[in-house]
């Protein structure tokens, strides 16, 4: 069992940054693959980026074409979290944002890829 607590989350103006933390509760943190998801009003949740993590390679990551160059998901296997650094904010990314946690220790796109998930933190765009 994990558990998932996101903060890091609020109103920024088109161009800002702000950076997103997930920590995680529960069973050993490095056995597990991390992803960020996110929903706005109305819409279904979507993949955002995901990371893995291998002792000898450290691991890889994905991202959603949308977030490519602007976003980066990293994680500290110490501190038990992974982060979503988001920069370049457009209005478009304004939505509650959630963290996952996959026990196959995958970088999917997929939502039912993830067993646990967080509460959601929200960020807000203004133009």
């Known amino acids: 069992q994990v558990q998932l607590v996101e903060s890091g989350g609020g109103l920024v103006q088109a161009g800002g940054s702000l950076r997103l933390s997930c920590a995680a509760s529960?069973?050993?943190?490095?056995?597990?693959?991390m992803g960020w998801f996110r929903q706005a009003p109305g819409k279904e949740r979507e993949f955002v980026a995901a990371?893995?993590?291998?002792?000898?390679?450290?691991?890889?990551?994905n991202y959603a074409d949308s977030v490519k160059g602007r976003f980066t998901i990293s994680r500290d296997n110490v501190k038990n979290t992974v982060y979503l650094q988001m920069n370049r904010l457009e209005p478009e990314d304004t939505a509650t944002y959630y963290c996952?946690?996959?026990?196959?220790?995958?970088?999917?796109?997929?939502?039912?890829?993830?067993?646990?998930w967080g509460q959601g933190t929200q960020v807000t765009v203004s133009s």
């Open positions: 990371i893995t993590w291998n002792r000898w390679t450290g691991g890889s990551t």
């Open positions: 529960g069973r050993s943190f490095s056995i597990y693959g």
């Open positions: 996952a946690a996959d026990s196959f220790n995958r970088a999917t796109m997929r939502r039912e890829g993830y067993d646990y």
